[in-house]
């Protein structure tokens, strides 16, 4: 079936260092593919999507980029700050359901 | 609009008790589903319904019934609540399945079961 793969946990950095969290995947057909953040003690939030291969997904300085040769959806962002600490989950949508990653927990100390 | 919203945030049970964990939204979303989170696997959908009066099974349905009378409300019942189903229990809701529909998501039903 659909799965994703990404990094275990806990990233942890400094602010301003540069950060990538790998994400791939396997699936069936042509899905699309997202990140969603989860601060602490909140739901899940899209942070990003990107619905077909090349495409780039970008918000709040993160992006992604939906590899299709390699199968992968890794986020990066340039420069880290105390306030992006939280969990990042990648996600993958096929035949209209949501398949999830593990979680990845980024860690900034100031 | 207050989104989201689960009741109640935190919840402890003993083994063989029922409860029903709410979940409500305002923004006249067709679907809605309900998820499961532990840690090491990610989420997990338990059950989701894409209109009212429409239910169906998700990745891991098993301890859990669902209805969906109206379109805001969409409550998950344990029957008969076991360890295993000790865990942080989502709720979400999107105006549709397609992959352009975001899902909002609540903040989530803390549950141990003793």
């Known amino acids: 079936g659909d799965s994703v793969t990404q990094m275990e946990g806990p990233v942890t950095l400094s602010e301003e260092a540069f950060l990538t969290i790998n994400c791939t995947y396997t699936a069936t057909g042509y899905p699309s593919l997202f990140w969603y953040v989860q601060y602490p003690g909140e739901g899940l939030q899209l942070l990003l999507k990107?619905?077909?291969?090349?495409d780039k997904g970008s918000n709040k300085g993160f992006e992604a980029t939906y590899r299709k040769e390699t199968t992968s959806f890794h986020l990066e962002k340039g420069s880290v700050q105390v306030s992006d600490s939280a969990v990042y989950f990648c996600a993958l949508k096929s035949f209209q359901k949501l398949v999830f990653g593990t979680g990845t927990r980024l860690l900034v100390s100031p | 609009n207050a989104g989201v919203t689960q009741t109640p945030k935190f919840q402890v049970l003993k083994t063989g008790q029922s409860m029903t964990l709410q979940c409500a939204q305002d923004?006249?979303?067709?679907?809605m589903s309900w998820y499961r989170q532990d840690p090491g696997m990610g989420l997990r959908l338990i059950h989701y319904?894409?209109?009212?009066?429409?239910?169906d099974q998700g990745e891991v349905p098993n301890g859990y019934n669902v209805s969906r009378s109206t379109t805001e409300d969409f409550p998950l019942r344990l029957l008969s609540a076991a360890p295993s189903q000790t865990s942080v229990y989502f709720c979400?809701?999107?105006?549709?399945?397609?992959?352009?529909?975001?899902?909002?998501f609540g903040p989530g039903t803390r549950l141990t079961v003793l």
């Open positions: 923004m006249n979303h067709e679907y």
């Open positions: 990107a619905t077909k291969a090349d």
């Open positions: 979400a809701s999107s105006a549709g399945q397609g992959s352009y529909n975001e899902q909002f």
């Open positions: 319904s894409v209109g009212a009066g429409i239910t």
